[in-house]
Structure formats: C-alpha cells, structure tokens
C-alpha cells in the first residue's frame, strides 16, 4: 500500500502512517451509508492491509459529521431480498467478519451517528473509541427490519443478553458513556479529533509492539470464543514456544537487556 491517501471522491479512503493504515469512510453526503461499491472498496481495504507485512495496526473512522448511519437500503434492498449475503471476490475480506475476520488488530473511532451497519462494524473492532458526541443505535426492528450484520451475535456478546436487548428490541438509541458502562468501547474522547488522535495513538502502541505475537494472541482469543475454551488451551504451549523460535523474540530480549526500544520486523 501506498503512503499517500486515495483520491477524495472515493467512497473508502487510505492514508498510511507508518505501520499504521488510516482507513475512512467517506459517504458524508449521506452520512456515511455504506452501498455495496463501499462495501467491497471496504472489503478490498481489509485484505490488503491484512496481507500487507508491513502494517501492523488498522484505524476505522468516518469522514464528516457522522460515523456511519449504517447501511445504503435503497443501494441493498435487491439483494437483501434473495436472502443471500453479499458475495465477496478474490481479494476481498468481509468487513462484518462474519465469513472470515482481520488477523491483525483493528481500532475503530466512532463519532456522531453510528446506527445499524456502523455500528455493527465497531463491533468488529478489538479496540472501540468514542467521541462524547457519539449517538449509537441498533434500530432495525423500528423498520421492518433486523440486525442482520452481526448484532445479534456480537452486541449480545461484548455487552451481555439484556444490554443489548434493551437497545434492539425498543430501537432507543445510547451515547458514549452508555456505550462504556455496557462494555461496548474503551475509550471516550471530547470530540471526534481527539477521538481519533487517541485511536492513531493506541494503534502506535500496538504496531511498536511485536506483530507475531500480536495475530497470535488474537488468534488464540478468537478461538477461544469459537471454538471453545479447550481448544485454545490445547494451542497455548505449542504456539507460545513458536515464538519463543523467532527473530522477535531474540530481539526483545536483546533490547531489553540494552536498555532500548526492540525493532521489531515480524519474523
């Protein structure tokens, strides 16, 4: 990936600092509604930077006044009908996860609006922050609709059975500080620029951070959750003395006996 940002008429921006890959929605003109052209732009974002080994951390935030409102209906409602989920090509990765999800970490910055779809997508992050002026909602079903991007498996999940049925089943919306005490974000910010100066901030520390051990401590939690608890105990010690094998790990520990930061390159 490049370092500069793409051009600004497209739906889904990149900008790369560093290690660390800056990815915006940028539908403001409709307050960052997601159609099927941003979903696979997103989509095509996702598989790059995760199979980019140069890039070790993930920002997700919304361009102008809003996160996202969720999805485009109009620009989906053919193929919600045929009952089938959006079809992803070769070289895409399915931004809700529910197929496959990121092996590397994702941090995303929610602001102003952030309904439906936009909110589901936070849900796919590791870590969630919010700018205090964060509206969230879960409304589909004040639509004739549902949550059909993962809600009802995640939200329950992160938050707990009557959390999230409190905001599904009435369609109220919550803000920031709702959001923390269920568990959903980490992290509240005053406004949406220090929301995601702080976002870019977190993800500096985790790109500084070992890349090997960082996909596998997400590898393992994940599986944990998946699979089961016994299944990651079963991969601990095998995966745990992989890395003690690698450059990494001799680099560690040769910077901390030097008294300086490790560099850290992913082998």
């Not at 938050?159 to 923390?180: I, K, S």
Request: aromatic share 8%; proline share 3%.
């Amino acid at each position: 990936m490049d370092d500069e940002s793409t051009e600004s008429g497209a739906k889904i921006t990149i900008e790369r600092q560093g290690h660390i890959l800056l990815i915006g929605i940028n539908r403001p003109y409709i307050h960052n509604r997601i159609d099927p052209e941003a979903y696979h732009a997103l989509a095509k974002v996702y598989y790059d930077y995760d199979h980019e080994s140069s890039l070790r951390a993930a920002v997700l935030f919304g361009q102008g006044e809003n996160f996202s409102r969720g999805v485009d209906v109009d620009a989906f409602t053919e193929l919600a009908k045929t009952g089938k989920p959006t079809e992803l090509v070769e070289g895409e990765l399915d931004p809700l996860g529910k197929i496959k999800r990121l092996s590397k970490p994702l941090i995303v910055v929610a602001h102003g609006d952030t309904w439906n779809m936009g909110h589901e997508l936070l849900l796919t992050a590791d870590v969630r922050i919010a700018a205090a002026d964060v509206r969230f909602g879960q409304d589909e079903n004040t639509h004739g609709r549902f949550s059909g991007g993962g809600a009802t498996v995640r939200f329950v999940r992160e938050a707990g059975w009557a959390n999230a049925m409190r905001y599904m089943l009435t369609g109220d919306h919550w803000g920031a500080d709702e959001a923390r005490r269920i568990g959903v974000v980490q992290e509240i910010a005053s406004d949406r620029e220090k929301a995601l100066a702080l976002g870019i901030e977190i993800a500096g520390r985790v790109a500084r951070c070992a890349p090997l051990g960082i996909r596998t401590t997400l590898a393992l939690a994940h599986l944990a959750i998946d699979a089961g608890e016994d299944a990651a105990y079963c991969e601990l010690d095998a995966q745990y003395g992989a890395l003690y094998r690698t450059n990494d790990f001799l680099e560690g520990r040769k910077a901390e006996a030097e008294g300086r930061p490790p560099n850290y390159v992913g082998t």
